[in-house]
């Protein structure tokens, strides 16, 4: 049938766990879904509270089985053994919750609302499966791993993977390897001298989705990270906007990694019922290690995405001089996939001196000599509404300044109750390399990557004005002393479809 998914969801206006559920869909591309019967309900002693989030492992006979962590009728989180009740049926519509859940409860001293999350397995060269539970010990947020060989017995090492003060509870943890040299997406439990693995988890206390780069030590089930100063939950996000809960597979056609987040809402509850829906995924995202920085992961939409796009428009060029706002004449600007180039072109006297500490600021509103310069997307005529997604700079010299991308959403609604916050990050950018983004624009959803998914942002906007053929897209330079030269191409997108599977065709 092509792609499975299975997801999380719950009634986001009560604060009543139970109503947890899995739903799931299907799709042969990952953009048109369709949308099938509840998978899981929570109506067990071990999971009534809420069917909470799992994984799923593919073994080598076939067989699929699903670890998933239940809320108790005590309000204990345990992990749960579910499997398909006819692997022949290929939209696998039916789950079976194995007799004797659960199968692993909160050891000593972990606290029974910390423990939750259990990874996709991995098997080692004794022939156990590992799987990795997200915990805290004190603020300390922890991976407790445990091993099995048939899933339905498990045991608890007597080291984490690791472990990392201040930062937690760790939820929704992640771990897999990538490749030091290679292009492919690589299965968990690859593991070798040509392999790094990336460990990353969701920070409870923050919400945001941080990981780290290490080694990991199958003979003792640790991992250490490359740069301790750049460690699980005090170095680099997978996303630095709105963007959590997230979770990786191995697509084994296509020899690639396939990154899943989640973005929730800032609007009101009231406002989410009006419109019928809260929280969606992003377009889902390849992963690779960057093998020119070495330190950091490489994330992308999915080729799937291009399928979506019609007409094109392009512009080679265009000089935007210091404090200048250009236009683009386009047809529509609420769906759109946008591909820009940047070179700089300084104008600062010699008196001029470059400020070595500059960051995202308060937005695209605040002028240095270097920027910041990019685009205005979901803008309407008057500037009233805009999100600007942009560069700041320190100066001109690329691969030796601080280079930021950063996301403006200050400006982004007129709506009074929804955050309306300033995202970004540094980006690497080397001398050979010229300034990039890449921008999918959904209406109300703005996905930015800068130099080639080095550093990402997702954008949840909200405007009022900005608008269907209301919107508009702007070039746009806030630098004092720089000209900026642009090229870009901007494709139109069509809409990715859902709705329900068409049961009556089969036969």
């Known amino acids: 049938m092509g792609w499975y998914h299975l997801f999380y969801q719950y009634n986001p206006y009560s604060s009543i766990w139970g109503n947890i559920t899995w739903g ?16 899981m309900k929570p109506n067990k002693w071990f999971d009534i509270n809420g069917v909470w989030t799992g994984s799923a492992t593919l073994l080598p006979d076939g067989k699929i089985i699903m670890l998933y962590t239940g809320d108790t009728n005590e309000y204990v989180q345990v992990q749960n053994l579910a499997y398909p009740a006819n692997l022949s049926d290929p939209l696998l519509l039916d789950w079976v919750k194995y007799a004797n859940n659960p ?19 991995w098997i080692g060269p004794d022939g156990k499966w590992r799987v990795l539970i997200g915990s805290k010990k004190g603020q300390t947020g922890i991976s407790l791993v445990y091993k099995t060989t048939n899933f339905t017995n498990f045991e ?33 439990s690859i593991n070798g001298p040509q392999v790094k693995h990336v460990l990353k988890a969701s920070l409870d206390d923050t919400k945001v989705d941080s990981y780290a780069i290490g080694t990991y030590f199958i003979e003792n089930d640790t991992w250490v990270p490359d740069n301790p100063n750049e460690d699980v939950g005090i170095g680099l996000l997978l996303d630095y906007g709105r963007y959590y809960a997230s979770k990786t597979f191995c697509d084994q056609v296509k020899k690639r990694r396939i990154l899943w987040g989640w973005i929730n809402e ?30 950091n992961l490489l994330l992308w939409p999915v080729e799937e995405i291009e399928s979506l796009r019609l007409s094109s428009d392009e512009y080679e060029g265009v000089v935007l001089k210091p404090g200048s706002v250009v236009p683009l004449n386009i047809t529509q600007a609420t769906q759109l996939d946008i591909f820009v180039e940047f070179e700089i072109e300084s104008l600062a006297s010699e008196g001029i001196i470059s ?7 308060k937005g695209a509103i605040e002028r240095s000599a270097f920027g910041p310069f990019g685009i205005l997307a979901i803008a309407d005529d008057t500037l009233s509404e805009q999100t600007p997604i942009y560069f700041r700079l320190s100066n001109t010299s690329l691969g030796s300044s601080n280079t930021f991308f950063c996301v403006d959403e200050t400006r982004s609604s007129k709506a009074p109750e929804v955050e309306k916050p300033v995202y970004g990050s540094k980006v690497p950018v080397f001398r050979d390399e010229k300034l990039s983004m890449r921008v999918l624009v959904d209406h109300s959803i703005i996905e930015s990557f800068a130099q080639g998914g080095r550093t990402v942002i997702s954008g949840r906007v909200y405007p009022t004005q900005a608008i269907y053929g209301a919107a508009r897209l702007f070039l746009f330079n806030n630098a004092t002393h720089t000209n900026i030269k642009v090229s870009l191409k901007i494709w139109h997108l069509g809409s990715a479809s859902i709705g329900p599977y068409p049961f009556h065709q089969i036969k």
């Open 24 to 39: 799931h869909a299907v799709s042969k591309d990952m953009i048109h879904w369709l949308y099938l019967p509840i998978a």
């Open 103 to 121: 199968i692993i409860e909160p050891p000593p001293g972990i606290g029974p609302k910390n423990f939750r999350d259990p990874t996709t397995a």
């Open 156 to 188: 608890l090492n007597d080291r984490y993977l690791h472990a990392v003060p201040g930062t937690g509870m760790w939820e929704c943890v992640d771990f897999y390897p990538v490749s030091i040299n290679g292009t492919n997406g690589l299965d968990t």
């Open 266 to 295: 800032t609007d009101s509850e009231s406002d989410d019922l009006k419109k019928g829906w809260a929280s969606l995924q992003t377009i889902p995202r390849t992963v690779l290690l960057d093998q020119k920085t070495g330190t």
């Open 355 to 361: 400020n070595d500490n500059i960051d995202c600021g």
